[in-house]
């Protein structure tokens, strides 16, 4: 298997272990979307019983599930998706926009938690993996 391969492989494995996360917060509740950093609304109405979160993170869940699909499908794991190449590439650019938000927090430090930190610095990794795989992939 290629570098490039193994990348987007790696890549999509990190994505459905988000998915999976995401859908674990569902079921475990209120305490888990504070730790996780959803926000005290969030946690409030999970708490009042309201399927707003868990629809909400429910299709975030979904949507990290279909990231990690594209990246199986260029590792060669499951079959072609369509426009693959593009999806890639987006999917590539949020994960990096979504990781460099850890320099904004070097400048407001009162943003700053561990979780913004560290959710910064996995999403980079996981966009640079993406990045890297698409970048080196023959489509």
């Known amino acids: 298997m290629?570098?490039?391969?193994?990348?987007i492989l790696i890549a999509g494995v990190l994505s459905l272990l988000v998915a999976i996360l995401h859908i674990a917060i569902v079921i475990a509740g209120a305490e888990?979307?504070?730790f996780f950093g959803a926000g005290e609304q969030m946690a409030k109405m999970a708490e009042q019983g309201s399927l707003i979160p868990a629809i909400v993170t429910l299709a975030i869940a979904?949507?990290?599930a279909v990231w990690a699909a594209y990246a199986f499908a260029s590792a060669g794991i499951i079959a072609n998706m369509p426009l693959q190449k593009t999806a890639l590439i987006a999917i590539s650019s949020i994960y990096i926009l979504r990781g460099l938000v850890v320099v904004v927090l070097i400048f407001k430090p009162m943003l700053a938690?561990?979780?913004?930190i560290w959710s910064s610095l996995v999403s980079l990794a996981i966009g640079l993996l993406y990045a890297y795989g698409t970048w080196f992939l023959e489509f």
């Open 113 to 116: 938690s561990s979780f913004n």
């Open 32 to 34: 888990w979307y504070r």
């Open 62 to 64: 979904i949507v990290f």
């Open 2 to 7: 290629s570098t490039a391969k193994l990348a």
